[in-house]
């Protein structure tokens, strides 16, 4: 048998979803732990940032880090993961992308602590928390933009189905090939190329079963979205929201992709395109608006702000 893999595998500001769609492999993880060196994992042992710290560089063979770097704690565990690991994954769409969190951004730091601490309807007398606590980054950065990402494993989560893809192709050599496929690709969905006469939200009228649900008038990104789910949601009734991200290269802009994709569906006049589309920030960067261009406009601005 050969020698097990030395595997690190990190925690940043996330929800645990990307690792427990890892444990969701079930009974395969039978034959994917007896392959793996477990180096660190603070969220399932007992391990200490010294730990990781104490290892030499390089001397651990793959990396994952699963969410975004908001702390300082955060930033210091990515980039000492990127020094320990030959290879660097980002593990889940927060990871590649900034994610769902990402869209703090948008507000300044002082705002998001007034939601979140000051002005709580559940806190009274709310203050921001300092002691024994790492500080927090002004604004959500990629980690792309702190650290070299060799491998990107998007999506919110991840399969279990592309994390065992992924976990087998490292444990045995062999480099990770991912279809470069969008969403629409697996679609069973029947298009007629007809254009929308109207945007809806997904709770008005009734979805027909098997046609595109786009040309319905309800906004799928599946046509901008990468496809490593291949299709899971649209072919059971519900839009595709984009969580994977857009397909290689995958740091460009998924949200201007995906406002061009509905643009060219529905030929109807701006205003009522603004109308009808009632959150666009959410709707078309839900996922990933820190690497978009809009978002690296806000970084820009929110680091000149707090220089």
Known sequence: MADPVSIAMGQGSSCWGCYQSLVDIHLNLAQVLPALEIKYWQAVADFKLHHLESYEDKSIVVGLYEGMARTEEDIHLLKLLRQKCQVLIAFGSCSCFGGIPGLANFYDIEECYDVKFRENATVNGGKVPSENLPGIAPVVKPNSSYVDID????????????????????????????????????????KKETPIEKVLRPYQGIAEPDR???????????????????????????????????????????????????????????????????????????????TSNLGQIRIKREEVKHR
């Open 151 to 190: 491998i990107y494993l998007p999506g919110c989560p991840p399969t279990s189905k592309l994390i065992l893809t992924a976990v087998s192709k490292l444990l045995a050599g062999e480099p990770i090939e991912l279809p470069p496929h969008t969403v629409c690709h697996y679609c069973d969905r029947e």
């Open 212 to 290: 595109c649900l786009l040309e319905q008038g309800y906004i799928c990104l599946g046509s901008a979205t990468w496809g490593l789910c291949e299709g899971q949601c649209v072919n059971k009734g519900a839009t595709c929201r984009g969580c994977f991200g857009p397909p290689p290269p995958i740091l460009q802009d998924h949200g201007a992709n995906s406002m061009a994709m509905l643009g060219t569906y529905a030929p109807l006049p701006p205003e009522e395109i603004k109308e009808q589309v009632k959150d666009p920030l959410g709707t078309f960067y839900r996922f990933d608006y820190p």
